[in-house]
């Protein structure tokens, strides 16, 4: 009987053992997930993906993969994560309630009602929630040389009525097809272009700073308006909505992992539109990573050491 004892006692104490082996270890199993941080196709993207990515590698256990770019447009983001491939991602609130949610912009229209109304429809369609603006208004804008500004007395957009059957204007393919893009913008304003030349953006500001086209559609906050000695026109009708950038995530992981909304919300009002672009420019003037470029704002933001 004795031994019988002591024969059950060592397979307990095996299995005990076996068992350990498995225990998750810390940062696993119903304390954390995967947390895939996307973006789309340009700088700014990139940029945003790995200040997010990077902050939640540094303040959560989750596991964080950054995907900068493959994702080309907001319909594509948004099935992304609707097929569970995408967990994390900025989008600019103009465009979802636009281009996403097929909403018009009404004359009582504030940045804040917008803001509110995209968040209130992308969480009914979508299940998805907006987190709170990084404090951007990351807006179109049209671009001119700085010199021909001057000799042609160009401020605001309609300004450049008189002179657009002169002119070339250049754009992304995206813009061209948008809602709130070329056709509504030309119409707008009365603007009757000799030309339009579609391009890829980087492409663009060559062929601008170069005068082979004369007007150039491309974000506010992009960093090479000031590096290349280019001015960004007034929109003084109000064409296009405000555009603020916030961070996008599914409603049932913030439920399950609310760390990921809190850590994220970290980053609201840190980047106003002056250190947006020269965090582009860092990028595409003086050609350092993105991984680089992102660190160097947690660090100095203080939010991570």
């Given at each position: ?8 006692a ?15 270890a ?56 609707k ?14 309630y636009i ?10 229209d ?10 209130e ?8 929630e ?7 208004n ?8 700085e010199d ?6 160009l ?8 002179h ?8 992304d ?13 030309t119409?707008?304003?009365?603007m ?16 601008l700073?170069?005068?082979k ?9 992009d ?12 929109d003084d ?22 760390d ?19 965090l ?6 003086d ?7 992102a ?5 100095k ?5």
């Amino acid at each position: 009987m004795k031994k019988w004892f002591i024969l059950l006692a060592c397979f307990a104490l095996l299995l005990t053992a076996c068992g350990g082996k498995d225990k998750p270890a810390a940062g696993a199993g119903d304390n954390s997930t995967k947390v895939v941080v996307a973006s789309k196709n340009f700088t700014e993207q990139y940029v945003l993906a790995q200040i997010m990515g990077q902050l939640l590698q540094n303040k959560t256990k989750h596991q964080v993969t950054i995907k900068e770019g493959g994702y080309a447009a907001s319909a594509v983001l948004n099935q992304g994560m609707k097929d569970g491939g995408v967990q994390v991602f900025v989008d600019y609130s103009g465009t979802g309630y636009i281009n996403v949610l097929k909403n018009t912009l009404q004359p009582d229209d504030t940045p804040d009602s917008v803001f509110q109304k995209t968040n209130e429809g992308y969480q009914k369609q979508y299940g998805f929630e907006w987190l709170k603006p990084l404090g951007m208004n990351n807006t179109f804008t049209l671009i001119v040389k700085e010199d021909k500004a001057k000799s042609l007395n160009l401020n605001t957009f309609s300004d450049l009525v008189a002179h657009s059957k002169d002119m070339v204007i250049g754009m992304d393919a995206a813009f061209y097809a948008r809602v709130d893009g070329y056709k509504g913008l030309t119409e707008k304003y009365g603007m009757k272009f000799k030309d339009f030349k579609e391009m890829d953006i980087s492409l663009a500001f060559s062929a601008l700073s170069e005068g082979k086209i004369d007007v150039l559609v491309a974000y506010a906050t992009d960093g090479r308006i000031p590096a290349l000695k280019l001015k960004s026109l007034k929109d003084d009708k109000q064409y296009f909505p405000p555009y603020y950038a916030a961070p996008i995530v599914p409603k049932s992981l913030i439920a399950k992992y609310p760390d990921i909304a809190d850590v994220l919300n970290q980053l609201a009002d840190k980047l106003d539109d002056k250190t947006m672009s020269e965090l582009n420019a860092m990028v595409d003037m003086d050609k350092k990573p993105t991984a680089e470029v992102a660190k160097q704002f947690l660090t100095k933001a203080g939010l991570i050491k």
